[in-house]
């Protein structure tokens, strides 16, 4: 038999439900319409959705039309209950999209759309709701070609010229078609609706059973009959349970053919099929065999989980959309947690929009939902399942951490008789990517088995940022070096050492906060469209008004979930209940406040004992710890940035997204080597040229014993504090601030290298203002004249005195490097001054620790031969007293 799974998908309030009731009734499948508002609905079955009047759980339906059987699968159209309708979209060989001719295309709408394309579903849309006063179909039809696809067509009045018109220009073998015959072969339109070339669109009602036959007769005449293989293979979408608490799993089967008593099997677990299930509304038929197209629900499975795949199929990918609200489930009094959280995750395997997650340190259970309409239906089932009435506190939002550059993270775990080393690459991905892994390990350095294991460790776990704690997402994990020992290692050591190698990379890398966004579409009176637009700007949204008919606005845009969460309850008062708000999930987004909210959480990173950022290394047969920033001294691997390649080149170095935008020595050296030694004969190549590296070095080495030129250090000043981070960020709250930081700093640095330094700063745009050289402490400020920059004070320094003193100039300005170079100083980056500095410190910190040594200080390694002979005599005196004493 012919079979096809199409799902109904829609904007809450669109008539899904009712359009569903219709296909069922003229079918013949139900003998009588059921009503959303009469409670009387096939599909809606439970007392909740029957209360509310939305669909809160996916259901299914088998019906006849002509010759083929079509399952059709009803999702839940409220954007809470969003990932319910998600994870039914793997299975479907069509999809239904109902849109309400009053509303047109909604916000909701577009995130089902996207969705739909990101499966790569074939779509007929059914425009409902057109029996209802100011419907336009004209207008209706150019708001989907413009907000959906132009391949959105007419199928009401097929066989025209203007049909074939639009057809034709949906890809070019029917526009071949077209021009050899005036018409197109229902074969092409088949595959070119697969293709999602083409979207046939039916108007009418669903109430009045207006438009609905002719949708449904249209729906099997343009769909292609899927072809399934001989071998098995299944995709399990849903899991739930019966009302005698029998765990169902609910599977299609894309090949072979499936019977009572076979056992099925994945990676981690084997189970025997009890029972075939065919429901069609609350009602099932149990059968004992089932063939490929089939959508059934089996007993007897008890470790399956939404989202498998068996046999030939492969595992599903992550849904796109994810919970981002999160609330603490109060519980009664004497009601103990670790007995109630078995039970919230039986929950949890049937709704895959709630995430159930036990706080130890808290010591309290926290759901993270898609909204706050879930918490009464929570509510609700906890009690009805397991007898327990429970509460839920304000809530607060999900938030997530990725990074914005790129670095190498690495984990050593080397206690006694264990040992793994492991170093991972962590990459910024791009929005909406999640968490990716993969390996560019060779086998040489670490063993297959070994590299397996790693990727099993970073997959098992929900890796934690380090500015809030929060899960990390958008970022791929790369597998790049690591060292296990023939005797030592074990399984555990790799995911200690995993584990660390993240947590050591975040620490090194710049965190990014982000926070969920709503993508919205606000309705209201055109007359107060003012108000909106500066509640949304204080929300920090962003927005256009994309409708207007004088009366009516339809504003369309984004803004945080933390401010849009509660404002449809202030749209009702000040619109007094005329405006609309729509709301969807639009994805993460840097976050509008992080400082805020880093501050109000309170996280450390360095005191979650649970996901420590140091390493566990081994000496004179005893384990030690060192911190995160030092492990990298202590690692066992060369890093994969100082690597080798096989011609012996190195490594590109991968720059973040925020590094320094400088030109490199080499290729001033190359600009220099071109212009300034071009004219240069034959003659004269003997001279050799020191790089511009070399001639660095050279500067840092203080290699300048045959010439006694007094050194000089030119910092620019202002380019300096935006090219160190710590020294931006704290710019943007107060320049001040930054530049005494700055100074301090090389006022230290000066005090050790004992060099004149200059730091300069721009006072160009100063109407009026001279040349102003201060002395802060042991260095010179220089703040510079009216039309003067900092790059031509520095540059004329250079020029006029390059004979006379030794002058390094720190800039990171590549035009500016590019002169300084050609007039023959040695140049400093940005990023190299900082690191000479802390060099600097550093040397001067091992110098003292030096003179003072690891023991205790005594008073004779410090006083004169004079004294110590003194107090010898002094001693030898007492000595002869005491003997001489009766």
């Known amino acids: 038999m012919n079979k096809l799974v199409v799902g109904i998908l829609a904007h809450v309030d669109a008539g899904k439900t009712t359009l569903s009731e219709s296909m069922l009734y003229l079918s013949g499948k139900i003998g009588k319409l059921g009503r959303v508002d009469n409670k009387t609905a096939y599909l809606d079955t439970y007392e909740l959705e029957k209360a509310r009047g939305i669909t809160i759980f996916s259901k299914q339906a088998v019906l006849q039309i002509g010759g083929v059987q079509v399952t059709l699968l009803d999702t839940p159209g409220h954007v809470d209950f969003s990932a319910e309708m998600e994870r039914t979209l793997q299975v479907l060989d069509y999809a239904i999209l109902v849109i309400s001719g009053a509303d047109g295309v909604q916000g909701h709408t577009r995130t089902l759309w996207r969705l739909l394309g990101l499966y790569g579903i074939p779509v007929f849309l059914f425009v409902n709701k057109m029996d209802q006063k100011g419907t336009d179909k004209e207008r209706l039809m150019k708001d989907l070609k413009k907000q959906l696809d132009e391949g959105c067509i007419e199928f009401g009045q097929v066989q025209t010229e203007d049909f074939y018109d639009q057809l034709a220009l949906c890809n070019e073998r029917m526009l071949e078609t077209y021009l050899e015959t005036g018409r197109v072969e229902t074969g092409q339109i088949k595959n070119a609706v697969r293709e999602r070339q083409v979207f046939p669109c039916f108007f009418g009602s669903a109430l009045k059973l207006e438009g609905v036959e002719q949708f449904m007769q249209g729906l099997v005449q343009y769909a292609l009959i899927p072809a399934y293989p001989a071998e098995f293979g ?205 390996t560019e390990c060779s086998e040489d350095v670490l063993g297959r088995s070994w590299q397996r294991l790693v990727l099993s460790h970073l997959e098992e776990k929900v890796h934690k940022g380090v500015l809030t704690g929060s899960a990390l997402t958008d970022m791929k994990i790369t597998l790049v070096s690591g060292r296990a020992h023939n005797k030592h290692t074990e399984g555990g050591d790799f995911r200690e050492a995993t584990y660390r190698a993240v947590r050591q990379g975040l620490k090194e890398a710049e965190s990014i906060l982000l926070e969920p966004y709503y993508a919205f579409q606000l309705e209201m009176p055109a007359k107060m469209v003012g108000r909106a637009l500066s509640d949304l700007e204080r929300m920090h949204g962003s927005c256009e008004i994309t409708q207007t008919d004088g009366e009516t606005a339809l504003l369309a845009g984004s803004a945080p979930v933390a401010a849009l969460r509660n404002y449809q309850q202030e749209v009702v008062a000040y619109s007094k209940g005329l405006g609309k708000l729509f709301c969807s999930l639009k994805g993460y987004e840097p976050c509008h406040n992080a400082e805020e909210v880093i501050a109000a959480m309170g996280y450390d990173s360095e005191r979650d004992l649970e996901n420590p950022t140091g390493s566990v290394f081994c000496a004179h047969g005893s384990g030690f710890g060192v911190e995160w920033y030092a492990v990298k001294d202590y690692m066992h691997v060369e890093s994969y940035f100082q690597s080798k390649d096989p011609t012996g080149e190195s490594v590109p170095s991968r720059t973040s997204r925020r590094e320094e935008r400088s030109i490199s020595l080499e290729e001033i050296d190359q600009i220099i080597n071109s212009t300034f030694y071009a004219n240069q004969g034959k003659k004269s190549a003997w001279k050799g040229r020191k790089t511009a590296r070399e001639s660095h070095y050279e500067s840092i080495a203080y290699i300048r014993e045959k010439e006694s ?103 990171s300005d590549g035009l500016q490097q590019l002169i300084i170079r050609g007039a023959g100083s040695a140049l400093l980056s940005a990023r190299e001054l900082k690191i000479e500095i802390t060099r600097a410190n550093e040397r001067l910190k091992q110098e003292y620790q030096a003179i003072q040594g690891k023991g205790r200080n005594h008073l004779m390694d410090v006083l004169s031969p004079a004294a110590k002979r003194q107090l010898e005599e002094l001693g030898k005196q007492e000595k002869g007293e005491k003997e001489s004493d009766p």
């Open 234 to 438: 299944a995709k399990l979408f849903k899991i739930s349970r019966d009302e005698q608490g029998n765990r169902l799993t609910y599977l299609k089967l894309t090949g072979g053919r499936l019977k009572v008593k076979d056992v099925l099997r994945s990676g981690t677990w084997e189970e025997k099929v009890n029972q075939i299930r065919i429901y069609s509304g609350q009602k099932f038929e149990a059968v004992s065999e089932v063939e490929a197209g089939t959508v059934c629900a089996v007993t007897g499975l008890s470790q399956t989980r939404a989202g498998e795949g068996l046999g030939l199929e492969e595992a599903a990918a992550a849904p796109v959309l994810e919970p981002v609200l999160s609330y603490q489930i109060i519980l009664p009094e004497g009601c103990d947690p670790r007995v109630m959280l078995p039970k919230l995750r039986q929950l949890e395997e049937e709704e895959p929009e709630l995430q159930i997650v036990w706080d130890e340190q808290l010591q309290e259970i926290q759901a993270q939902i898609m909204g706050e309409v879930q918490i009464e239906i929570l509510q609700s089932l906890i009690q009805s399942r397991f007898g327990v009435a429970v509460a839920f506190d304000a809530g607060r939002i999900v938030y997530k951490e990725t990074i914005a550059d790129i670095v190498e993270g690495v984990g050593h775990f080397e206690p006694l008789r264990h040992y793994a080393e492991v170093h991972l690459l962590l990459e910024p991905g791009e929005p909406g990517s999640g968490l990716q892994f993969a």
């Open 709 to 811: 030129k007094e050194e000089y250090l030119l910092v620019d000043g202002y380019n300096i504090i935006h090219a160190w981070p710590e020294l931006e960020e704290l710019a943007a709250e107060t320049m001040d601030g930054a530049r005494m930081k700055l100074l301090d700093a090389l006022s230290n640095y000066q005090g050790i290298r004992k060099c004149q330094v200059i730091v300069v700063f721009d006072a160009y745009r100063v109407q009026g203002h001279p040349e102003e050289v201060i002395d802060y402490y042991n260095i010179h400020l220089v703040y510079t004249k009216e039309a003067q920059t900092a790059d031509q004070y520095i540059e004329k320094f250079a020029h006029d005195n390059q004979k006379k003193y030794d002058i390094t100039v720190a800039t």
